[in-house]
């Protein structure tokens, strides 16, 4: 799915409007009925109570307009506040002209803001994607006034207040909505973290929307959904053997850590890898081999640390990183295996792809000087932390992306910025949202299960570099909302991520 900049979103509207022959308001009564959809079945007229509609002056308040005529007709009980303006847009002013008077209105004014009784439901309709400056006045007030009256919002279309693709002033008033129900596609907005308090559950309902203009936008954004992700996996063939899938190398393990080992092992693979083989150090082989009778194990002369780089001649992909530790020698591994992954392979041409977590991007942090040896496509899965140690503090959520898009460029790498939506950054420059992955997995040994899953898919002769870690990264979070769902995000360990790679594979 793509993610368009409001401008976008104005277009997208006008497309529609033409291609399908339709009325502006007849489009605006679409996204009014979707919002009706979505929150009739969520709260009934006895839970929703007097529920207050808050509409400014633009298309926003226009859908307020609307949502406020159509509960009344399934049986809501509902009030309108309105902001006054210079002006109101055409549809806004149809819908006034159409709200039935049985529905009482009164217009907002510093002196008369609206009683809101605390966990009262209010409708957010003040400004949607027009939203052309941060908040001030008298819209600054009302909105103030909202959050401190610590009602129950659910936003239309966006929170009030806030951009859906740049970020505000901190010191500028955003509704705190629990819920918020878009049209058409998620926004920017919707998936970084500063925003959270803001958007709360966000919901996107279909109305029909241009899929032509939508085809045809250009965008760096993209939400990865099931659909974008399904049927990618080739099918083993019959005839297929455990060569075909790929040998792989993890290098990984440090005493006191050998369970990142284990964990990454174990989901390389349930990720359908051929074979694996370990380089660990010495104090870690039986934890191994008894955790892991299926992967195969190289121990290193050093017992606590790795300090060897093993012949690079049988594998398809080397993960490092899982609980290595920042020895002197494991930063000589690193330095090797990067100078060595930058031979083409004589099968494909390409450098050994590489996935390279945890304290081997520590290491990178420290020796920014290796990141001009990183091989086309190396995989790097950092988190916000580790990623600020590959570049620089970001001012916010926004200027992260930037340095997170930059950087993959300039290296040419992939880059998986880990978090609730996990964003990949390829070398054209894409980023890519994922969409599955619940907060139960921010436990110790996750990042290890992710980077094991996109070893197996990089070691697959058949995937290509950048479907191959969108649909890890999609495939590792949905096997965690599977295992979620059996354990509870608080019970969820990492283990138990493994455990459900395959079931989540199968689903694709
Ligand atoms: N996407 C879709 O498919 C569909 C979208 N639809 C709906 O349309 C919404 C977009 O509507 P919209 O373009 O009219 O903009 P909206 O946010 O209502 O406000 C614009 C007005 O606010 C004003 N204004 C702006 N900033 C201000 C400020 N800081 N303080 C004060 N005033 C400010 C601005 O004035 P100006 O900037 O011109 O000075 C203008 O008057 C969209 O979010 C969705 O809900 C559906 O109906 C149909 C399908
Ligand atoms: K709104």
């Keep these: 799915?793509?993610?368009?900049?409001?401008?976008?979103?104005?277009?997208?509207?006008?497309?529609?409007?033409?291609?399908?022959?339709?009325?502006?308001?007849?489009?605006?009564?679409?996204?009014?009925?979707?919002?009706?959809?979505?929150?009739?079945?969520?709260?009934?007229?006895a839970e929703a109570g007097e529920t207050l509609i808050i509409c400014g002056p633009g298309n926003n308040g226009g859908d307020g307009l609307a949502i406020a005529r159509l509960l009344l007709q399934r049986g809501y009980a509902v009030r309108v506040s309105l902001l006054p303006a210079e002006k109101q847009s055409s549809d806004w002013q149809h819908n006034r002209k159409h709200l039935p008077a049985a529905v009482p209105v009164a217009n907002l004014s510093p002196q008369h803001l609206p009683a809101i009784a605390e966990g009262a439901l209010v409708i957010d309709a003040l400004f949607g994607t027009g939203l052309s400056r941060p908040l001030d006045g008298l819209a600054a007030a009302v909105v103030q006034h909202l959050n401190d009256a610590g009602a129950h919002v659910v936003a239309v279309d966006i929170p009030s207040g806030l951009f859906a693709d740049a970020?505000?002033?901190?010191?500028?008033?955003?509704?705190r909505a629990q819920h918020t129900v878009g049209f058409g596609l998620p926004k920017l907005a919707f998936l970084l973290p500063q925003n959270a308090e803001f958007v709360g559950e966000w919901h996107v309902e279909n109305i029909g929307l241009s899929t032509g203009f939508i085809a045809e936008a250009a965008t760096p954004w993209h939400y990865t959904d099931a659909a974008a992700v399904a049927g990618q996996l080739p099918p083993r063939p019959k005839f297929s053997h455990k060569g075909t899938f790929g040998h792989t190398l993890?290098?990984?393990?440090?005493?006191?850590?050998?369970?990142?080992?284990?964990?990454?092992?174990?989901?390389?693979?349930?990720?359908?890898?051929?074979?694996?083989?370990?380089?660990?150090?010495?104090?870690?082989?039986?934890?191994?081999?008894?955790?892991?009778?299926?992967?195969?194990?190289?121990?290193?002369?050093?017992?606590?640390?790795?300090?060897?780089?093993?012949?690079?001649?049988?594998?398809?992909?080397?993960?490092?990183?899982?609980?290595?530790?920042?020895?002197a020698a494991s930063l000589a591994v690193l330095r090797k295996l990067l100078q060595a992954a930058a031979q083409p392979l004589e099968k494909t041409g390409q450098p050994l792809p590489l996935v390279i977590d945890a304290d081997a991007l520590n290491l990178l942090g420290s020796h920014r000087a290796l990141l001009k040896q990183l091989p086309e496509n190396a995989v790097l899965t950092p988190h916000p932390k580790e990623f600020e140690r590959?570049?620089?503090?970001?001012?916010?959520?926004?200027?992260?992306?930037?340095?997170?898009?930059?950087?993959?460029?300039?290296?040419?790498c992939l880059m998986v910025l880990k978090g609730a939506y996990t964003c990949l950054a390829t070398p054209t420059?894409?980023?890519?949202?994922?969409?599955?992955?619940?907060?139960?997995?921010?436990?110790?040994?996750?990042?290890?299960?992710?980077?094991?899953?996109?070893?197996?898919?990089?070691?697959?002769?058949?995937?290509?570099?950048?479907?191959?870690?969108?649909?890890?990264?999609?495939?590792?979070?949905?096997?965690?909302?599977?295992?979620?769902?059996?354990?509870?995000?608080?019970?969820?360990?990492?283990?138990?991520?493994?455990?459900?790679?395959?079931?989540?594979?199968?689903?694709?």
Aim: net charge negative.
């Design 390 to 412: 590959l570049t620089e503090p970001a001012r916010d959520d926004y200027h992260r992306l930037e340095l997170l898009r930059d950087f993959a460029q300039q290296h040419k």
């Design 250 to 327: 993890l290098l990984a393990g440090s005493r006191g850590k050998m369970g990142a080992a284990v964990l990454s092992a174990g989901a390389c693979l349930r990720g359908g890898v051929g074979l694996l083989t370990a380089h660990i150090p010495g104090c870690g082989y039986d934890i191994f081999q008894i955790s892991q009778p299926e992967a195969m194990c190289l121990t290193d002369k050093q017992a606590d640390f790795i300090s060897e780089l093993p012949d690079l001649k049988p594998y398809q992909a080397v993960g490092i990183g899982p609980g290595l530790g920042q020895e």
């Design 429 to 508: 420059g894409e980023l890519h949202f994922n969409s599955t992955g619940n907060a139960g997995m921010a436990t110790g040994g996750s990042g290890d299960v992710l980077t094991g899953l996109l070893l197996a898919l990089r070691a697959h002769a058949q995937l290509p570099p950048v479907e191959a870690v969108r649909l890890g990264v999609y495939a590792h979070g949905r096997a965690g909302d599977m295992a979620a769902a059996l354990t509870g995000q608080a019970g969820l360990v990492a283990g138990d991520i493994v455990r459900h790679i395959g079931p989540a594979l199968a689903e694709l």
């Design 167 to 175: 970020p505000q002033p901190d010191d500028s008033p955003v509704v």
């Design 1 to 45: 799915m793509k993610i368009l900049t409001a401008a976008q979103t104005r277009q997208l509207d006008q497309a529609t409007i033409r291609e399908q022959h339709l009325l502006s308001v007849e489009l605006m009564e679409r996204a009014a009925a979707a919002f009706i959809q979505w929150f009739s079945s969520y709260f009934t007229p």
